[in-house]
């Protein structure tokens, strides 16, 4: 009989659920073997237990995916878990994971954060960075590595945007929340950021008419204007929050 799942195992699987497009889960993908291999389990089983994460999953359901059925008590403990405080959750998960690693978290060669220096501010700042770096994989995984806007699929020209920022959450359990993330080329999350343009509660682009009225150049007309009203390619998982967007849309959009 196989051993049960601990804690632990669960709340590392579900950190790569996070992490990589569901549709691409099988036993031969890289990062679920790799995961597999330091947690003790077979690749297959690994790929099961996301399977059983994803039937917990609304936006999933809506896209006609679903998961597996055999879920447990546990599954579904980690997943509200998550949930209801990605920042804590989120930061454990990769803290299990270097602890798997036989590894200093601040010294794994994912997160590199040796040149923090000492101090009292060093763990909050190396917190924010790892989960920084979740925020981006999971929302970057959720939109399958493409611009929500222009389908543009370089990693290096992607951003994964906040829509809230981060300087502006009272409640810091949200703030590495994926559903709080857009997968945005680096020009349109600059435009986004500083409110020249939004996106509306029911996925439409937004453009600022105020911003762009004296300029009437192509690549404007390109870039911005022509976008407007279209909307954006929804993601697989982590479908933005309303609410966030309706907070872009009032505070931060300059119309």
Request: include cysteine; charge should be neutral; aromatic fraction near 10%.
């Amino acid at each position: 009989m196989p051993k049960r799942w601990t804690k632990e195992q669960t709340i590392v699987v579900f950190n790569l659920y996070c992490k990589i497009p569901f549709r691409k889960a099988s036993s031969t993908h890289p990062d679920i073997i790799r995961i597999a291999k330091l947690i003790g389990r077979s690749p297959n089983s690994v790929k099961m237990k996301i399977g059983n994460f994803g039937s917990f999953d609304p936006e999933l359901k809506k896209r006609g995916i679903v998961g597996l059925s055999n879920t447990s008590k546990l599954d579904e403990e980690v997943w509200n878990e998550f949930n209801d405080n990605w920042d804590e959750l989120a930061y454990e998960s990769e803290q299990l994971i270097a602890e798997f690693s036989e590894e200093e978290l601040e010294r794994s060669s994912k997160n590199n954060l040796e040149d923090i220096p000492e101090g009292e501010e060093r763990e909050t700042i190396i917190k924010a960075r790892v989960n920084q770096n979740f925020f981006r994989q999971s929302v970057l995984s959720a939109y399958n590595l493409k611009c929500c806007i222009t389908g543009i699929q370089i990693p290096q020209l992607l951003v994964a945007s906040h829509i809230k920022p981060w300087s502006r959450w009272n409640n810091k359990t949200e703030k590495t929340n994926p559903r709080n993330g857009l997968c945005l080329n680096s020009l349109h999350d600059k435009a986004f950021d500083s409110g020249l343009i939004t996106i509306t509660p029911n996925f439409k682009i937004k453009v600022s008419k105020q911003k762009f009225a004296d300029d009437s150049s192509k690549i404007i007309n390109d870039w911005f204007r022509n976008i407007n009203g279209e909307k954006i390619e929804v993601p697989e998982r982590f479908l933005p929050e309303i609410s966030f967007l309706e907070y872009h849309n009032s505070e931060v959009f300059k119309n």
